[in-house]
C-alpha cells in the first residue's frame, strides 16, 4: 500500500487529539510524498497548528458536525483521498468512512476492555474479596499504532507532541497547577492542591494555577487557602488555549488530575505529576514519558466511570484521599 493522499481522522476530546499527534511523524517518514490531513474539530485545531508531520488540518464546527452535514461532507472526500486512518472510532468518524467510501483502518479502543475494568470494580466494591482479573496496563498510543500495521508502521515508544514556538525556560523554578476538570471524581481535592501551592509559594516558587472560566471557584478557593499570596498568580479564564499551552511550556513541573493538561505537558516536553482518582491507568492514558510521575492509588472499587462522575458511589473518596498533598510534594521535588 502506497497512498498519496492520508485522512487521519481524531475529532475529540482535546485531550485524545494531542495523544493521536504521536503517530504523525511515523506515517510521515514511512510516506514522505503523501499528503496528510488532519480532521477534528474545530476548537482544537490550533493544537496542531505549525506540525510539519502533516499539511493540512480540517477542522469541523457543530452544525457541520450534524448528520446531515457530515454525510454530504464525506461524500466529497473520495475524491480526494485514497485512505483514511480512523483512531476514533466512533458514530461520526464510521459515518465518515462509510459515506466516503475511503479503504479505512481504524483503531481498536478497547472500550469492552475498559467497560469490563468498571464492572469488575463495581462488584469488588460490593465485594473486596472477589480477585483482581484486570491487572494489565493498556496503552493508548500503542492501540494507535497497532492500527497501522498493515503500513509498515509500528510503536517504538512515541510521545504526542504540539508545536510551540522554542523558548528559554525561565531561571525562576515555576510549578504550573490545573485543579480542574469536568467530573468531580476525577479531581484531587482542592485542600490538597492548597497545601502544594501553600509549601512552594513559601519557598519562593512561582506557582501558576491554569483553568477556564470553570474553573475559576476552584482556584479562588486554592488561592484564599495561601498565606503567601506574592507568589501565586491564577491565571484561569484569562488565557486561550494556545496561551495556556505555552504557558505550560514555560513551566518547571506541571501538576494536574487524569485530564488534557497532563497530554499538553507531556507534548511540550514539561515534566509532569499527573493524579489519577476515580479512573486509572490502566485506561490507558497515563502516558509514561521518562519525566511523568503517575500517582495513583489501587482500590478494589475502581475505577467506578469511564469518564469520572459528580460523586463517590461508595461515598468515602478514597482513590483521592489517599494520595497525600505530602506525596505529591515529594514527587515535585524530586523532578525541580
Known amino acids: 500500500m502506497n497512498p498519496k493522499n492520508i485522512l487521519i481522522i481524531r475529532f475529540s476530546s482535546l485531550g485524545d487529539v494531542i495523544l493521536a499527534t504521536s503517530v504523525l511523524p511515523a506515517i510521515k517518514k514511512k510516506f514522505p510524498e503523501s499528503t496528510i490531513t488532519f480532521l477534528t474539530k474545530k476548537e482544537y485545531t490550533e493544537v496542531l497548528e505549525g506540525n510539519t508531520a502533516f499539511n493540512k488540518v480540517i477542522g469541523l464546527s457543530k452544525e457541520e458536525l450534524k448528520l446531515k452535514a457530515l454525510i454530504k461532507f464525506a461524500e466529497g472526500l473520495n475524491k480526494d483521498y485514497d485512505l483514511i486512518i480512523d483512531l476514533h472510532a466512533n458514530l461520526r468518524s464510521f459515518i465518515v468512512s462509510l459515506y466516503s467510501d475511503i479503504k479505512t483502518l481504524r483503531y481498536k479502543k478497547g472500550v469492552l476492555r475498559r467497560r469490563g475494568l468498571v464492572g469488575h470494580a463495581y462488584m469488588r466494591g460490593l465485594f473486596p474479596f472477589l480477585p483482581e482479573i484486570y491487572k494489565k496496563e493498556d496503552n493508548v498510543i500503542k492501540n494507535y499504532f497497532k492500527a497501522l500495521k498493515t503500513l509498515g508502521i509500528t510503536y517504538a515508544g512515541e510521545l504526542p507532541e504540539i508545536k510551540m514556538p522554542e523558548i528559554k525556560k525561565s531561571l525562576v523554578k515555576t510549578i504550573g497547577i490545573h485543579a480542574g476538570g469536568k467530573q468531580n471524581t476525577k479531581r484531587w481535592p482542592v485542600e490538597s492542591y492548597t497545601e502544594v501551592a501553600e509549601y512552594f509559594s513559601g519557598k519562593g516558587v512561582k506557582v501558576v494555577l491554569f483553568g477556564d472560566e470553570k ?122
Open 215 to 336: 474553573d475559576k471557584e476552584i482556584n479562588a478557593k486554592i488561592l484564599s487557602g495561601v498565606k503567601n499570596k506574592q507568589n501565586i498568580y491564577d491565571l484561569s479564564g484569562k488565557t486561550t488555549l494556545k496561551d495556556m499551552i505555552l504557558k505550560i511550556k514555560e513551566c518547571s513541573v506541571l501538576v494536574t488530575n487524569d485530564s488534557a493538561p497532563f497530554h499538553i505537558a507531556t507534548a511540550v516536553k514539561t515534566p509532569a505529576v499527573s493524579i489519577f482518582c476515580a479512573t486509572t491507568p490502566k485506561f490507558g492514558f497515563a502516558v509514561r514519558a521518562k519525566t511523568n510521575k503517575i500517582m495513583n492509588v489501587e482500590l478494589p472499587c475502581k475505577p467506578c466511570s469511564l469518564h469520572g462522575g459528580k460523586r463517590c458511589r461508595m461515598r468515602h473518596y478514597r482513590c483521592a484521599e489517599k494520595i497525600g498533598a505530602g506525596e505529591v510534594i515529594e514527587a515535585i521535588r524530586n523532578i525541580i
